[in-house]
C-alpha cells in the first residue's frame, strides 16, 4: 500500500504544478500583450522608466514589470467654474467659459505635467479673471470675442510645452452684480424713452413740413386755376366785345340807311328836283335797292334785315367769326389741357414747370388775332 500511495500523490503533484505553470503561461501572455483603441495611444514605462508610446492595435510589452497610462487624442471639452472678478472700473462681475483642448504630444503631456486636463482648466480660470479685471465693464459685456482671443493667447505658451494645444476658448456669461444690473435697466429704459420722444417728436415734424407742404401745393393749385378762370374769362370778355362791337357796326350801318330813308323821304316832299346824295349813302342804299318797291317811299314802313354781300361780309369780317370762336375754344381747350398738366407737374414738386402768365396767353390772342387781320387784308 505505500508505494501505490506514493505513486498516486506524486501524479497528483505532477498535475498541479503543470496547471500552476499553464496559469502562469496564460497570465504571462496576458501582461504582454497590451490593446490600444484607435482614438487614443498609450505611454510604456518599465520598472517606472519611459520607454515608448504605444500606437493604436495590438502591442507586446514585457510583462509583470511594465505600466501603461492611456492618453485620449481627440478634442476635449473643459468647463472653467465661475470666477468672480473686478473690472477696471470696479465693478464686479461673474463669469464662466468653455476651453477646447487637443493632446499633440502624449509623451510631453505624460511627463511635464501631472493631470493636464486639471492644469488647464485652473490656468484657464486664472487667465480668466485676470482678462476680465483688465477690461471695463462695458467692454466685458460687448467684446466676447476679444476677451476669447486673450485667454487663448494667454494660454497658447504653458501649454504648448505640456503638448498640449488650446483650439478655441468660448466665454459663455458675463454677468454684472445685481445692483449694476438694475442700473443699466434703468440706463436702458431711460434711452429707449428718449428713443421714442425723439422718434415721435420727428415724425410730428414731418406730419407737420408734409402738412405745409400740402397746403402750399394745393395754394398753388388753386392760384393756378384763379389764374386760368381769369384768363378764360378775359378771353369771353374779348370775344364778347368783338362780337359786339362787329354787331354794332353792323346796326350802325342799317341805322344810316334808314335814316336817310327818312331823309330821302322829306327831299321828296320838297318842290325841288334836284338832290344830291352821300357817295356812302348811295353804296349803302344800293345793297338795299331790292327793298325798295317803287318811287313811292311813303308805302314802306321800314327797311327789313337784308343779307351782307360777299364784299360787305369780307370787309367787316363776318365769315370769320365761326373760325376765330373756334380758335379760341381749341386754345381755351389747349390752356386747360396745360392747367392739368401744371396741376399734375405741381403735385410732382415741380411747380414752376410749364405755367405760362395772362400777359403771355393775351400776347398770343393778340398775335392771332393780328395775323387774321393781315390775312383779311389781302382778301378785301
Do not use: H
Request: no cysteine; glycine share 6%; net charge negative.
Amino acid at each position: 500500500m505505500g508505494p501505490i500511495t506514493l505513486q498516486s500523490g506524486l501524479g497528483f503533484g505532477l498535475v498541479s504544478v503543470g496547471l500552476l505553470f499553464l496559469l502562469l503561461a496564460i497570465i504571462t501572455l496576458w501582461q504582454s500583450v497590451e490593446i490600444v483603441d484607435a482614438y487614443e495611444k498609450k505611454t510604456l514605462t518599465v520598472f517606472g522608466e519611459y520607454r515608448k508610446l504605444l500606437e493604436p492595435g495590438i502591442n507586446l510589452i514585457p510583462p509583470f514589470v511594465s505600466r501603461t497610462y492611456p492618453f485620449d487624442m481627440r478634442t476635449q471639452t473643459l468647463d472653467v467654474p465661475r470666477q468672480e472678478a473686478i473690472t477696471r472700473d470696479n465693478s464686479p462681475v461673474t463669469a464662466d467659459a468653455v476651453v477646447y483642448i487637443k493632446v499633440m504630444d502624449a509623451k510631453k503631456a505624460f511627463l511635464e505635467v501631472d493631470d493636464y486636463k486639471k492644469a488647464v482648466s485652473n490656468l484657464a480660470q486664472t487667465t480668466l479673471r485676470a482678462v476680465l479685471g483688465d477690461m471695463e465693464l462695458d467692454d466685458t459685456l460687448n467684446k466676447r470675442q476679444e476677451i476669447n482671443a486673450k485667454i487663448r493667447k494667454e494660454l497658447d505658451e504653458p501649454t504648448d510645452e505640456w503638448g498640449i494645444r488650446v483650439e478655441s476658448v468660448e466665454v459663455r456669461e458675463v454677468n454684472p452684480s445685481k445692483d449694476v444690473q438694475q442700473a443699466m435697466e434703468q440706463q436702458t429704459s431711460a434711452e429707449r424713452r428718449r428713443r421714442a420722444m425723439i422718434l415721435e417728436a420727428q415724425g410730428e415734424r414731418r406730419s407737420a413740413v408734409e402738412q405745409a407742404e400740402g397746403d402750399k401745393q394745393s395754394n398753388i393749385i388753386r392760384a393756378q386755376g384763379e389764374k386760368q378762370s381769369q384768363i378764360l374769362e378775359a378771353q369771353g370778355d374779348a370775344i364778347s366785345t368783338v362780337l359786339r362791337a362787329r354787331s354794332a357796326e353792323s346796326m350802325g350801318e342799317r341805322a344810316i340807311i334808314e335814316r336817310g330813308m327818312e331823309t330821302l323821304e322829306e327831299i321828296g316832299k320838297g318842290e325841288s328836283t334836284t338832290f344830291v346824295l352821300p357817295q356812302e349813302l348811295t353804296s349803302l342804299v344800293g345793297r338795299y335797292g331790292k327793298a325798295l318797291s317803287g318811287s313811292d317811299v311813303q308805302q314802306m314802313d321800314g327797311l327789313e334785315g337784308k343779307e351782307f354781300d360777299e364784299e360787305t361780309r369780307t370787309m367787316l369780317g363776318l365769315d370769320d367769326i365761326d373760325e376765330i370762336l373756334g380758335q379760341i375754344e381749341e386754345s381755351a381747350e389747349m390752356d386747360v389741357e396745360e392747367l392739368e398738366k401744371e396741376a399734375e407737374a405741381v403735385k410732382a414738386g415741380d411747380a414752376g414747370a410749364n405755367i405760362r402768365s395772362a400777359d403771355e396767353v393775351i400776347q398770343e390772342m393778340d398775335e392771332e388775332d393780328a395775323d387774321a387781320e393781315v390775312e383779311r387784308e389781302p382778301e378785301s
